[in-house]
């Protein structure tokens, strides 16, 4: 994109924000809207006190600024004028639809800048707290004083945007019905009109008619009709519960362990739940909500708005169970208590299952076979993944930065066995990397937590990617963090080294190294060495060939194969010993 003058805006932080329907977003964003176009930051989770900090920078065309400051006073009001919007979304992104209106600000180029000082100028929705270019402006919303918006502004000369700055708004059609429909569901909390509640149904009915089993929106137009019918049964409305738990579960189907989703789907699905047994009763519904709550906990970002949420949710399940007088339910409440006097901190990821629904509980299910590969920014994991699936699957970097922003998950076939490999953002990045270092840590971690466990299908295989050039110490912190931390060192792991191009002799480097990576505590049941990967064409070198067959020889070796295993086969992993010590090594 062609640079010029322009306008450097920083969002920084929204606080006192407040949903108007009460439902639980995964995150909100802002809109900036100028007579030039309009510009979205990325959604970002609030936290528990109601606040959002997105500390983004967008880089700003408008034609005001092409001209000198002492000129802008001929320009008309409305070519300065500055619309933002505050919307909550209900799903990471892509987000369907525009998601919910939270709050409205409106202000001037002029007064970004910090060169409207003119009383009649002031206005009550924007409170200026500068008098340079540059310093904070803090915006109240229009129609609601305790909410407000916190932004940097200043003028900038640029010669090239960076296309991740400036991000269209269009709307699918789907999006646009989505957004209609949702128009009807927050009219409906202030008419109580059936009428409204009726349309919004009929219309997220529809958006879901419009998205067939594989469309990549079916998850969340499952959610929003969920919630319309939801919304009639809280109101004394007749509607259909049990049509909403179905839905409710059909959602989280779509958004597995792993998916950005997968926690608040969980949480709509124990919210139903709930309601549907202070209105009929049934045990078996807050036995599952129960599970449900305590499972997604460890899941949730500490402080976080979610988080809270669980707690309180936890904290309602139980008061429910001890004032309940059923004497099945008060047997199994004792052994749920049991298990949840464990502190947090202590409790092992096998613990943290996820629950299925009563009707299954009992059931034997088959299992996939989930290998994890992780480890430093542009290490080489995807083109690792490439090269064991013979194919270019996952998106390649010849630069030192990653380009893996979240978890990806890829199905292949190896020596006619079927995998799931997981592709995750690097590690040590930082903060200015694509996925900051704290964040693809967080990402990881809930990732392992979300698969430890029978009913997640489990973890066979961690694999462990480093540079050769790297420090044992650096690489024994995120091996101490996340195997022996979160898997107990009860699944295998195996280490990849890449960057051996500059080694004379590579058969010789793990003899050589091995003690190295020992003294530091990391231990293996297997390692590899790998040199020179490029992106996989389809067309085998001499080189990928060989890697191939000793990446694919190496999963297939050392993979811990749980499949059709029962959910009690967990006991098994619980009671064995460190994988280090029992699997052979790979040389």
């Not at 709509?268 to 045990?283: E, F, I, K, S, V």
């Not at 990617?465 to 420090?471: G, I, M, Q």
Request: aromatic content about 6%; some cysteine.
């Amino acid at each position: 994109m062609r640079g010029g003058p322009g306008l450097v805006l920083e969002v920084i932080a929204g606080m006192n924000l407040a949903i108007p329907s009460n439902r639980t977003p995964a995150g909100l964003y802002v809109l900036v809207s100028t007579s030039c176009g309009q510009w979205i930051t990325a959604i970002k989770a609030p936290m528990a006190d109601c606040s959002v900090s997105w500390n983004e920078t967008l880089t700003i065309l408008g034609s005001p600024l092409k001209f000198p400051q002492w000129l802008t006073p001929f320009f008309s009001r409305k070519s300065k004028a500055v619309h933002l919007e505050i919307r909550a979304s209900f799903e990471s992104e892509p987000m369907l639809g525009q998601g919910e209106l939270v709050a409205m600000f409106e202000t001037t180029l002029e007064r970004l800048l910090g060169n409207d000082r003119g009383p009649s100028e002031s206005s009550p929705s924007a409170m200026l707290s500068f008098p340079h270019t540059g310093s904070k402006v803090s915006l109240s919303a229009v129609d609601n004083q305790r909410i407000s918006l916190e932004l940097r502004a200043r003028r900038s000369q640029t010669t090239q945007i960076a296309n991740h700055a400036v991000r269209g708004t269009e709307q699918s059609g789907i999006g646009r019905s989505t957004d209609t429909a949702r128009d009807a569901y927050i009219l409906f909390g202030t008419s109580n009109l059936a009428s409204d509640l009726d349309n919004s149904i009929r219309g997220f009915q529809s958006v879901l008619d419009q998205c067939p089993l594989n469309h990549p929106d079916r998850a969340a137009a499952l959610s929003n009709l969920a919630h319309a019918v939801l919304r009639g049964n809280t109101t004394n409305i007749r509607t259909d519960i049990d049509h909403v738990v179905s839905l409710f579960r059909s959602a989280l189907d779509l958004r597995p362990p792993g998916h950005p989703d997968h926690l608040l789907s969980n949480l709509d699905l124990c919210q139903a739940l709930q309601y549907r047994y202070l209105h009929q009763t049934g045990h078996a519904d807050l036995r599952e909500a129960t599970d449900i709550s305590r499972y997604v906990l460890p899941l949730c970002v500490d402080g976080g708005y979610l988080h809270r949420v669980v707690l309180d949710t936890n904290k309602l399940h139980d008061d429910q169970i001890s004032s309940s007088q059923h004497s099945e339910w008060n047997h199994d409440q004792r052994s749920v208590v049991q298990s949840t006097e464990i502190p947090e901190s202590k409790r092992s990821p096998q613990q943290l299952s996820p629950p299925t629904s009563s009707s299954n509980r009992k059931q034997t299910r088959v299992r996939g076979r989930n290998i994890i590969i992780f480890g430093e920014t542009g290490v080489g994991k995807s083109s690792i993944i490439n090269t064991l699936a013979q194919q270019g699957l996952a998106e390649t970097s010849n630069d030192a930065s990653g380009c893996t922003s979240s978890s990806e998950r890829y199905p292949v076939e190896i020596s006619g066995q079927r995998f799931v490999l997981f592709d995750t953002a690097g590690l040590n990045e930082g903060t200015e990397g694509t996925v900051p270092a704290a964040m693809a840590e967080k990402q990881l971690k809930r990732l392992l937590l979300e698969l430890m466990s029978p009913e997640s299908d489990g973890i066979g295989l961690l694999v462990y990617c480093v540079r050769s050039t790297s420090a044992p110490r650096a690489l024994a912190r995120a091996y101490n963090t996340f195997y022996a931390g979160i898997c107990q060192k009860r699944v295998p792991i195996v280490v990849i080294i890449t960057a051996l191009e500059k080694e004379t002799r590579i058969e010789n480097w793990w003899d050589t190294n091995r003690e190295k990576f020992e003294s530091h505590g990391m231990q293996f049941a297997g390692h590899a060495y790998v040199t020179a990967l490029q992106e996989y064409t389809g067309v085998c070198t001499r080189r990928i060939e060989a890697s191939s067959e000793i990446l694919r020889n190496l999963v297939v070796d050392n993979f811990l194969d749980w499949t059709s295993t029962t959910a009690d086969s967990s006991v098994l992993r619980q009671r064995g010993a460190p994988w280090h010590r029992r699997c052979r090594r790979t040389e």
